[in-house]
């Protein structure tokens, strides 16, 4: 692979700000059984076209958990892409340190650590589903929409691979609706 050729804006413009609001509103969801100490995690996120996983911290959390969801977040978009499954919840293994959280979208590969299984898996979709509409090529070019059509993926998505996840839907409804 030629570094100089490679197109890695895509991949590399996490929204930092749109992944706090998410990571924040998350956090703050009532629903959300909120793991003591923990505001945050790590977000990782592949790109298929661009063949590249960047890794970013996104909230507050214990410095002493910052490797274990860092190496998390990693391992559940390395499994997603190994196994070729949507989600990680689907091969998750406590005993072997393996949880859920990470899914495949369309153009990339998402995963979040920092909190409980199912809702690291809604702020990958809501995150992953927002970036795709916001920087991919073929994503929407009325960037107004982009609330509407985050809450429409997602209310797809979660229909049609996790229906037994009720983050998706509320965290898409409550940073975008």
Known sequence: MNIQNLNITNVSQVDMAMLMRIVNVAYNLKENPKPEGSK?????????????????????????????????????VTRCLKEDIIRSFLSRDFDNGKYGGGVLLKRYAVAFSGFV?????????????????????????????????????????????????????????????
């Open 117 to 177: 299984e199912l809702l690291d898996e809604a702020v990958s979709v809501v995150y992953g589903i927002y970036h795709t509409l916001r920087y991919s090529s073929g994503g929407l070019s009325d960037k107004d929409r982009i609330p509407e059509e985050v809450i429409e993926q997602c209310k797809e998505w979660q229909s049609k691979n996790a229906p037994d996840n009720p983050f998706c839907m509320l965290l898409a409804q409550a940073v975008f609706g």
């Open 40 to 76: 945050g995690g790590y977000l990782s996120l592949y790109g298929y076209d661009e063949k590249l996983l960047i890794s970013v911290p996104a909230g507050d959390f214990p410095e002493e958990k910052r490797y274990s969801y860092l190496f998390n977040a990693n391992e559940k």
